[in-house]
């Protein structure tokens, strides 16, 4: 069912914040989805790829770019991340 939002609430197919005002479908029992989820930004387009070898000795997060602490091993396809740009960018379905 088509309905208005009234209040701030997460997605319950993407997780992104859906805010006030919008358009959303509501479940009874399951809650409110966007009627189109926007995709998400790329943030890995413009970061170059590695083989895993590579990955292994890299010494900073390829996004925020700070130095690895000791068991940062987060590897997600061609990156390797820290753990807190792994968990603000990629911790949602689909991803482990």
């Known amino acids: 069912m088509l309905i208005t939002n009234k209040y701030e609430n997460q997605c319950t197919k993407c997780k992104q914040t859906i805010p006030i005002e919008q358009q959303v479908e509501w479940t009874k029992g399951v809650g409110i989805a966007h009627v189109e989820c926007p995709v998400p930004e790329d943030k890995f387009k413009s970061i170059r790829k590695y083989s895993?070898?590579?990955?292994?000795?890299?010494?900073?997060?390829?996004l925020c770019k700070?130095?690895?602490?000791k068991g940062d091993k987060y590897i997600?396809?061609?990156?390797?991340l820290c753990q807190k740009c792994?968990?603000?960018n990629l911790n949602y379905e689909g991803v482990s």
């Open 86 to 88: 792994w968990e603000a």
């Open 66 to 69: 700070e130095k690895f602490v």
């Open 52 to 62: 895993y070898k590579k990955l292994q000795v890299l010494r900073k997060c390829q």
């Open 76 to 80: 997600y396809e061609s990156y390797r």
